[in-house]
């Protein structure tokens, strides 16, 4: 009874800063003391203490001219240690060049979490001037990009229940919210092997994507390709996603994949 009083301290600690830590993200790279105390619901106090004992190990910095704080250096060894461990980023680097040569576009390697979101972990942005930017570590949801709906698509039937169940919430007025509307976008991904997300996570951004299989059979991870709308419409995204698929053919046959029949 004692140890355990003794650890709840401990790990009250530990959640509270790693809510400080979640609280960044692509749309908020600094924030200030006051900002973080309003995002994790935690006082200034607590909030500057925990900051500081963070610094300390490098996984905050603060900027020096704003005063405000910023992810550390020091998470990046850590970043890339869990991606070694995965090393799927390394196999699959080559042909995300090759389909960014292809594409001119955006093009990323994502997985599905425990919570049923989209992570970007790999990617290549385009050097067109008008483009999408694929943040490294970005979670979507899972029902309104193209990398979320193929990999749900072949999800065995009890973990796709289980991500149906949730709240399938608007981005756009083109957002699928309904289980129903899903359902059968998820069956005609099964039919072409690749999924198209128009405008569903951002007005203006076009997508598709295709999965990555493992050795066991089991969809890994999904190779997506991204941009305006302007530019990847009609004909052009059906070209795109049957490259995406292919390009998700080689990947899946070089980590092990056989295909059935």
């Known amino acids: 009874m004692k140890d355990q009083q003794e650890q709840a301290p401990i790990t009250r600690t530990i959640s509270r800063a790693m809510a400080i830590l979640q609280a960044f993200d692509e749309t908020q790279l600094e924030l200030g003391v006051t900002e973080l105390s309003q995002l994790t619901g935690l006082d ?14 490098g996984l905050i910095a603060q900027n020096v001219v704003t005063a405000k704080y910023h992810l550390g250096f020091g998470l990046l060894p850590l970043a890339g240690l869990a991606l070694q461990n995965l090393d799927l980023p390394r196999i699959v680097r080559p042909y995300l060049e090759e389909l960014a040569e292809i594409s001119k576009e955006t093009v990323s390697l994502s997985l599905l979490n425990d919570d049923g979101r989209v992570v970007n972990i790999e990617g290549i942005n385009s050097s067109r001037r008008v483009r999408n930017v694929g943040w490294i570590g970005r979670e979507m949801p899972a029902h309104a990009v193209s990398g979320g709906k193929v990999m749900m698509a072949f999800l065995p039937g009890e973990r796709l229940e289980r991500l149906l169940a949730g709240d399938l919430k608007a ?14 976008e998820l069956e005609e991904i099964r039919k072409v092997g690749y999924a198209i997300a128009r405008e569903e996570l951002e007005i203006g951004l076009n997508a598709v994507a295709a999965p990555i299989w493992d050795h066991e059979g089991t969809v890994a ?3 997506s390709v991204s941009g305006p709308s302007f530019r990847l419409s009609g004909e052009r995204l059906v070209e795109l996603g ?17 295909p059935k029949g």
């Open 221 to 223: 991870a999904a190779l």
């Open 242 to 258: 049957r490259a995406t698929k292919l390009a998700g053919d080689r990947i899946s046959r070089q980590i092990g994949y056989t």
């Open 44 to 57: 200034k106090s607590t909030v500057y203490r925990l900051l500081n004992a963070l610094q300390q190990g």
């Open 171 to 184: 981005q756009t007025e083109n957002t699928i919210t309904t289980r129903e509307g899903l359902l059968r």
